[in-house]
T-cell receptor, first 113, second 110 residues
Framework: DTAVSQTPKYLVTQMGNDKSIKCEQN?????MYWYKQDSKKFLKIMFS???????INETVPNRFSPKSPDKAHLNLHINSLELGDSAVYFC????????????FGPGTRLLVL | SQQGEEDPQALSIQEGENATMNCSYK?????LQWYRQNSGRGLVHLIL?????REKHSGRLRVTLDTSKKSSSLLITASRAADTASYFC??????????FGAGTTVTVRA
């Protein structure tokens, strides 16, 4: 009965590869997010979708492409991985957008070698 | 850009003591939230305080908000080993997103 789940939990890959991270929420929320947390624990918003529509698209390289097939799912595809992409990626959801309480997934630890 | 900044960056206390951490922010906000992150886990929402509120309690947590000083504090009373975690403030400033600080790492010693 996990509220927000992510797969995989760990991802180790070589530079230049393409990888995807999947997120699912069973809370019935309308809004989902992707965050990147760096080694200093600074958490930065990357994207947000509300009812499958992109509403936040922060300045991230266009190698990162989110996709929301439905309200309960938000996936993140990363092309041509670079060393600097190594971080923990968190998915989150909220009832609506606009500063509501957010519920976070457990994170995906990405290491690019 | 980062909106909130927590202070101190790290805090070490004895079990049973109180822990206080502060958050300062730059622009007007609709609400301010505090989250906890245990090592290797996702963030967990603790408390939300709206801009027209000054103080809020939840169990052993007490949050204050001073909009004139653009600051908030989180007090954890009678700390336990399980309170060992990083604590983040997050502000909602009318741009459809939360802006998080870099967190305060709290260590509770037995």
């Amino acid at each position: 009965d996990t509220a927000v789940s992510q797969t995989p939990k760990y991802l180790v890959t070589q530079m230049g590869n393409d990888k995807s991270i999947k997120c699912e929420q069973n809370l019935g929320h309308d809004t989902m997010y992707w965050y990147k947390q760096d080694s200093k624990k600074f958490l930065k918003i990357m994207f947000s979708y509300n009812n499958k529509e992109l509403i936040i698209n922060e300045t991230v390289p266009n190698r990162f492409s989110p996709k929301s097939p439905d309200k309960a799912h938000l996936n993140l595809h990363i092309n041509s991985l670079e060393l600097g992409d190594s971080a923990v990626y968190f998915c989150a959801s909220s009832q609506d957008y606009g500063g509501e309480t957010q519920y976070f997934g457990p994170g995906t630890r990405l290491l690019v070698l | 850009s980062q909106q909130g900044e927590e202070d101190p960056q790290a805090l070490s206390i004895q079990e049973g003591e109180n822990a206080t951490m502060n958050c300062s922010y730059k622009t007007s906000i609709n609400n301010l939230q505090w989250y906890r992150q245990n090592s290797g886990r996702g963030l967990v929402h603790l408390i939300l305080i709206r801009s027209n509120e000054r103080e809020k309690h939840s169990g052993r947590l007490r949050v204050t908000l001073d909009t004139s000083k653009k600051s908030s504090s989180l007090l954890i009373t009678a700390s336990r080993a399980a309170d060992t975690a990083s604590y983040f403030c997050a502000t909602d400033a009318d741009d459809y997103k939360l802006s998080f600080g870099a967190g305060t790492t709290v260590t509770v010693r037995a």
